[in-house]
């Protein structure tokens, strides 16, 4: 099947050719219109009970609408309190109040409430009630700025909430994206030029990369306008657009410059690299769209929108790598080699009287192929200290704690970041986050009975450790007369009372909390609503009992990420058995063998727990803040574990399918398991090793990142692949196969026949040796009939 779709693109390379710049350039037109389409937000399991509380708030309290906040801070010593400071912010707010978009301004001015004033008394915040949504609010934003004014000279304005957040993460995803692409490139570019010594081979991959990385952002433009994506959506987009992009590209172009060197002409060298490197980039692709597939098992929007993105990804990669480059290599054919550099590398050779370089590759092809022979020597001896290193090295993770990302894992400087922080640590905390409890009565709230039940729960609410207090018009309540708290039956009898005779500040209280049968509570924790902290209050709230005949929901920030927690631990078996499952099959249906896909399965869990490892010792326990230039939260950031595993666990598969395929290429023709494995090795170690530098620096670009959430992504891939083409690929395959000899090639009959029929088994055009019987009732991962094994 490669083989002929290879033939059919060289003998139309024009028209493919033409067709595949059509598309790219086409979608280039609209790449840059993506981040338009992208949510800061996506962290709402929509099937939990802080989404139904979400709902229920926009239902029936009018809460549910977006709102931003004003903060206003005054110099050392400033009164927030005093009428000029408080004209200040009315003046600065007036143009914005009468927008038609805005429902109202809530502050210490509207209701008296010591919350809105800081607690040195020099800041107040206003919040902005919207008569939008936080996502329809974002476009308006602009707007909404032109309508502030200066509150005047010693008082300083920050805007915050979803809108401003909304576009400084875009705006800083952006920096970070050309920041990367300025250190990667060239440093992709040289690797390719030392391992091609042809500027214009060097060129190829990088041009496959520059048309596939627009056209992922233009469907991703589309896509997002139809489902929701998260703002980092860009950022892995194009991490994993130049890393596949760039190694499809470079095993292809690698492929196709052999075969021309042993004579074949420029089609068979074109039908051959489709049909053996084009078929590993596909299965390679495949495999990296599984993985990525498995977060579409989540619910929450963000997490699912890495998945969505990285399938656009892979398949731009995969299309513009089976289109486009075959077709350019059958029009360049021998010119491939054009604007060599070898002329030059002799030349430093000899100053630096090195071997010439034919014989430096040979030699190199011999260094490889004598490290996989030590290897197999003793292969017991390198198999036990490699394993205890990368056990230890995935030790911390069993110290991972979760937490959600907010404006605080933005950096420092940004205007909504700074809004959020002064908030968070001058306000009392907790006051704009609060865990929102919705009771719901069997009766009237304000008759005797319901009074009793809701301010008894309201005392065991605020009971509760990590708690503050309670805010609600059943607890808290003073009496005007002696300043003390109202006692139970001081409340049943004020609520027994006509409602046109309670005192405003209660009437007021009740319209906020209490809409029909159900009753609003605000319980305020001094704990940040994102930390492990903070969401484990949840909980403990929603084991409350209300009393008899009620029930409880518990919603807000706190409860939002605890929920997406929860339904991410309870998807994550699913999504993890799926794509090893899939895998699985995937390995099976190209090696015909059951014994290789488990090896590579354990071999990718592997290098994926050392990664995680390094994830949490770095970026959850502040190692290496300094050099990387980052501030640990304290936890790690939710799904990032799951999004890097998805990626990493198909991104492995990429270097295990081409050594696995030239192995296998070996074993065919000689029968020999070991020193098919050490030909192989020695065959793809230079290509691989590339590729691997290429997705390394790649990756550990993103650690330029200012956002925390993409800088750790960027660190932990890189070390994941670091291991996975050093430790795994050098030491642990060569160790493992010959270990097991001939059954790396083993497969039930049945199964093997199934695997015969299928016709994805790699098939090399040279003879196979017959050796002697496999295991009984087994296949060989050999053409049906065959017999091989490893010769005694």
């Not at 093997?752 to 060989?780: C, N």
Request: hydrophobic fraction near 50%; charge should be negative; avoid cysteine.
């Amino acid at each position: 099947m490669f083989s002929r779709w290879g033939a059919f693109v060289y003998r139309h390379r024009r028209i493919v050719l033409a067709f595949a710049l059509v598309v790219g350039v086409a979608a280039g037109s609209v790449a840059g219109r993506a981040a338009s389409v992208l949510s800061a937000g996506g962290w709402l399991d929509p099937d939990s009970e802080s989404a139904a509380v979400a709902d229920r708030l926009a239902d029936e309290f009018g809460a549910g609408r977006g709102a931003l906040i004003a903060l206003f801070q005054g110099e050392a010593g400033a009164d927030a309190r005093s009428p000029g400071f408080q004209a200040a912010i009315t003046a600065s707010l007036t143009d914005l109040a009468d927008d038609p978009d805005v429902a109202g301004v809530i502050g210490y001015a509207e209701t008296g409430d010591a919350r809105f004033i800081s607690e040195d008394g020099a800041a107040a915040y206003v919040v902005v009630d919207l008569e939008v949504t936080d996502e329809a609010s974002v476009p308006l934003l602009e707007r909404f700025e032109a309508q502030l004014r200066e509150p005047g000279e010693g008082i300083e304005l920050l805007l915050g909430g979803y809108a401003p957040l909304t576009r400084d993460s875009a705006d800083q995803s952006e920096q970070d994206l050309v920041k990367a692409e300025t250190v990667s490139l060239p440093i992709a570019a040289f690797v390719l030029i030392l391992v091609f010594t042809s500027i214009l081979a060097a060129g190829i991959p990088l041009l496959v990369a520059g048309l596939a990385i627009p056209t992922t952002l233009a469907f991703v433009y589309v896509v997002g306008q139809q489902v929701e994506l998260s703002i980092y959506v860009q950022n892995v987009s194009t991490m994993l657009g130049l890393a596949l992009a760039i190694d499809y590209s470079l095993f292809m172009v690698s492929r196709f410059r052999e075969e021309l060197r042993r004579g074949r002409s420029v089609g068979d060298a074109v039908e051959i690299a489709v049909a053996t490197s084009g078929k590993a980039v596909t299965f390679s692709g495949i495999a990296v769209a599984i993985g990525l597939g498995g977060l579409l098992a989540f619910s929450a929007p963000a997490l699912r929108s890495f998945g969505i993105g990285g399938i656009l990804t892979v398949a731009a990669s995969l299309f513009f790598a089976l289109t486009f480059l075959p077709a350019l290599l059958g029009m360049l054919g021998h010119r491939v080699n054009a604007l060599s550099v070898a002329g030059i590398a002799d030349r430093v050779r000899g100053l630096l009287r090195l071997p010439p370089r034919e014989a430096a590759a040979l030699a190199a092809e011999s260094r490889w192929e004598r490290v996989a022979n030590a290897v197999m020597e003793r292969p017991i001896l390198v198999l036990g200290p490699t394993l205890a290193l990368l056990f230890v090295a995935g030790a911390p993770f069993f110290g991972l704690r979760q937490g959600i990302p907010d404006a605080f894992t933005l950096p420092a400087g940004l205007e909504s970041r700074e809004a959020a922080v002064a908030i968070q640590e001058r306000f009392e905390p907790g006051t704009t986050t609060p865990i929102v409890v919705l009771v719901d009565v069997p009766g009237d709230p304000a008759d005797e009975a319901s009074v009793r039940a809701l301010a008894a729960y309201a005392d065991e609410l605020g009971a509760v450790d990590g708690i503050g207090r309670v805010e609600s018009p059943f607890g808290g309540l003073l009496n005007p007369a002696t300043g003390q708290p109202l006692t139970v039956d001081e409340m049943v009898a004020l609520y027994a009372m006509p409602e046109s005779a309670w005192p405003a500040p209660l009437a007021a209280l009740w319209d906020r909390y209490v809409s029909g049968a159900a009753v609003r509570f605000d319980a305020i924790s001094p704990l940040p609503a994102s930390s492990p902290q903070g969401t484990a209050v949840v909980p403990l709230v929603r084991a409350l009992d209300p009393g008899e005949g009620m029930t409880a929901q518990v919603g807000g920030f706190a409860a939002t990420g605890h929920d997406f927690l929860e339904s991410q631990s309870a998807r994550i078996p699913v999504a993890v058995g799926t794509v090893i499952l899939a895998m699985g099959a995937i390995l099976f249906l190209l090696f015909g063998s059951v014994v290789l896909p488990l090896k590579a399965i354990v071999m990718t869990l592997l290098s994926i727990s050392a990664s995680f490892g390094a994830l949490v010792w770095i970026f959850q326990e502040g190692n290496l803040s300094g050099p990387l230039g980052f501030t640990s939260p304290g936890f790690t950031i939710a799904g990032n574990p799951i999004i890097m595993f998805s990626v990493l666990f198909g991104l492995s598969m990429d270097y295990e399918v081409l050594l696995l395929s030239r192995v296998q290429e070996a074993w065919r023709r000689t029968g020999d398991n070991r020193a098919s494995v050490a030909e192989g090795l020695a065959r793809t170690a230079g290509v691989i090793t590339g590729a691997a530098v290429i997705m390394v620096t790649v990756f550990a670009a993103f650690a330029l990142a200012e956002t925390i959430t993409i800088k750790s992504i960027g660190v932990g891939m890189a070390i994941a692949v670091l291991v996975d083409a050093t430790i795994v690929r050098v030491l642990l395959v060569p160790a493992t196969m010959r270990l097991l000899g001939r059954w790396n090639w083993w497969a039930p009959g049945f199964l093997a026949r199934f695997a015969d029929r299928v016709g994805f088994s790699h098939v090399e055009d040279e003879p196979v040796i017959p050796t002697d019987e496999p295991p009984a009732g087994s296949g060989s991962g050999a053409r049906a009939g065959e017999r091989a094994v490893e010769p005694a």
